[in-house]
């Protein structure tokens, strides 16, 4: 039977009216003053997180060694080689390259051999890294539509190539974020202002529990008490991975529905690359918005201090180690741009396949993306 | 002994669980925010039909079921008993009345089933999506009346009655698709 997957799992309509919202995205952010950037895609610097995993490729470096193929035992490097993460090649090694004997007779002219090892390059998770080096180095109020990659995200609400639309407003703070992220989302959406909802209020509600107070074992209990059936293999001092199983299962479903939820107050253990509340070491300046159930941005009162990024790089890196996952790169230019300054900000990131999805009344990414990895 | 990460897992995978073959029938990829990505998956076991949910965590692993399908053709009941041969190997299996539960009611002798073996025992069968039987007996067709929307019990010469319109009469071979029971058509010879 012909293979039908050439085509596209969107319908041309879904297309058109993807890129109609497109045009009224950027509309609201050039009406507000932003400006659109672009930033490298592929990157030496990725984001250090506990659950996100870049894919990454060798790249050969600018102007490597001379040409010397000369005695037909030309290995063949190329020059954009797909690394998978998880079995990490050791650094290029002559020796056990130019082992392939059919590589000059079957094979047409190969770039030249390079003396220096090749470098690891991130597909980028988001531009977080690179918007904040503008940031750090003076420009103003940006928003970028970027193309980015998570591995091993694929389901009805995640490809592992996706749109992200990432803004930064420089100056601003967590509500100035919140209220610019609940515009957009009526903007676009239409489905009122977003109400705002705290992490802490919104575990009382919906499981009857102190998210930040609450000790390990009584939070186990907890989870078993909602009839959920852990993973064998959780810790049971894995905090975290304890309350996002009640976060999916109890509490997400219920946000948005009505209309926006913002949720907000994230525990520091969530923070990411969100500042700390002042004054209350057990919260981070984290939000995100939810829709019909589904999370659609997430934005950080951003932080400032290298040496509280460094630590967290170390701890994310500990716990990935512990889950069995490479370390990721904990030296990035971003510190740099740190130690440079940079200014207070609040950024936002949001999933654009899932808004057009909601806007378009779609059930799944793949209604409103024309080849999603199966097809890509 | 194979095993599938969670990057594998899919609708349809046999996995080994507490001792049982299970059967993956729904597995939904969830990330909460920054978090744990986890995979929510309804279960089905193979034998008794009970429905299990699941979560795992990304990194989680499941044994395969030694499980495997194949064409057999039906040979004939034994009082509770019904005897299959596996055309390729001429192996015989026998399935219970209850493994092959409301089947019976389509199987004619010769007919090409599908068996699935779990540790090399057979533990239920499909039989073909369509099938063809021949009516016993039913009451007397009303002469010109097309409509199928009017049915009437027919006993077919498996033991098994179907409703089926009320032109079908004694002797005919009647098509019925074995997922729903019902009658699609009458055929010839």
């Not at chain 1, 672009?38 to 790249?59: G, K, M, N, Y």
């Not at chain 1, 389901?155 to 930064?168: A, I, M, Q, R, S």
């Not at chain 1, 107070?213 to 993973?231: F, H, R, T, W, Y």
């Amino acid at each position: 039977m012909p293979s039908n997957d050439f085509r596209p799992t969107a319908t041309w309509q879904n297309l058109q009216r993807r890129a109609d919202l497109l045009r009224r995205l950027r509309e609201f952010f050039d009406n507000r003053g932003f400006v659109e950037v672009e930033t490298p895609i592929l990157s030496a610097d990725t984001v250090v997180d506990r659950h996100l995993d870049p894919f990454s490729i060798q790249i050969a470096p600018p102007g490597g060694a001379p040409h010397s193929a000369t005695d037909g035992t030309s290995a063949q490097s190329a020059s954009l080689a797909d690394v998978p993460s998880a079995a990490k090649r050791p650094a290029s090694n002559p020796q056990s390259e130019i082992q392939n004997p059919k590589s000059p007779a079957s094979r047409p002219p190969s770039p030249a051999p390079h003396s220096s090892p090749a470098s690891r390059l991130w597909l980028q998770t988001s531009p977080e890294f690179a918007m904040k080096r503008l940031l750090a180095a003076g420009g103003g109020r940006m928003y970028q539509v970027a193309r980015v990659f998570r591995q091993d995200e694929l389901g009805p609400l995640h490809n592992p190539e996706f749109t992200l639309v990432e803004w930064y407003q420089p100056g601003e703070d967590m509500a100035a974020g919140m209220e610019l992220t609940s515009d957009l989302c009526e903007a676009i959406l239409g489905r009122g202002p977003a109400e705002r909802l705290s992490y802490a209020e919104a575990f009382d509600h919906f499981v009857g529990i102190d998210p930040l107070s609450i000790d390990n074992q009584q939070l186990v209990a907890a989870v078993k008490d909602c009839g959920i059936e852990p993973p064998a293999s959780l810790d049971l001092n894995d905090r975290d991975v304890w309350l996002d199983l009640l976060m999916v299962d109890r509490i997400q479903p219920n946000l948005g529905v009505d209309r926006p939820t913002l949720l907000y107050g994230y525990p520091a253990s969530q923070a990411a690359l969100a500042q700390v509340q002042p004054g209350n070491p057990l919260v981070a300046e984290r939000f995100e918005l939810y829709v019909d159930g589904i999370e659609l941005a997430n934005g950080y009162h951003e932080l400032l201090d290298p040496a509280e990024l460094r630590r967290r790089n170390r701890e994310v890196n500990a716990q990935r180690l512990a889950d069995g996952k490479e370390t990721l790169p904990e030296e990035s230019r971003l510190l740099a741009a740190m130690k440079a300054g940079l200014p207070a900000s609040v950024g936002v990131a949001l999933g654009f396949d899932r808004l057009v999805m909601l806007a378009l009344g779609a059930r799944s990414v793949a209604e409103v993306m024309a080849f999603p990895i199966d097809r890509a | 002994m194979a095993s599938y990460n969670t990057s594998e897992f899919r609708k349809g995978l046999k996995v080994q669980l507490e001792g049982d073959p299970y059967i993956m029938i729904e597995c939904n990829f969830v990330k909460p925010g920054k978090g744990q990505a986890l995979y929510k998956c309804r279960l089905r076991n193979l034998l008794r039909g009970t429905v299990l949910d699941r979560t795992y965590k990304s990194g989680d692993s499941l044994e395969a079921a030694e499980i495997e399908e194949i064409q057999a053709q039906f040979l004939y009941r034994q009082q509770d008993n019904f005897v299959f041969m596996d055309n390729e190997s001429y192996e015989q299996y026998e399935l219970t009345a209850e493994q092959v539960d409301d089947a019976w009611k389509y199987l004619k002798e010769g007919m090409l089933c599908s068996i699935v073996l779990y540790n090399n025992a057979p533990i239920s069968m499909t039989p073909p999506n369509h099938v063809v039987l021949r009516v016993e007996y039913c009451e007397p067709g009303a002469k010109g009346n097309t409509a199928t929307n009017v049915t009437k019990p027919c006993k077919v010469d498996t033991g098994a009655e179907f409703p089926c319109p009320a032109f079908v009469n004694m002797g005919d071979l009647i098509k019925i698709d074995t997922r729903t029971g019902e009658y699609l058509e009458r055929v010839k010879e």
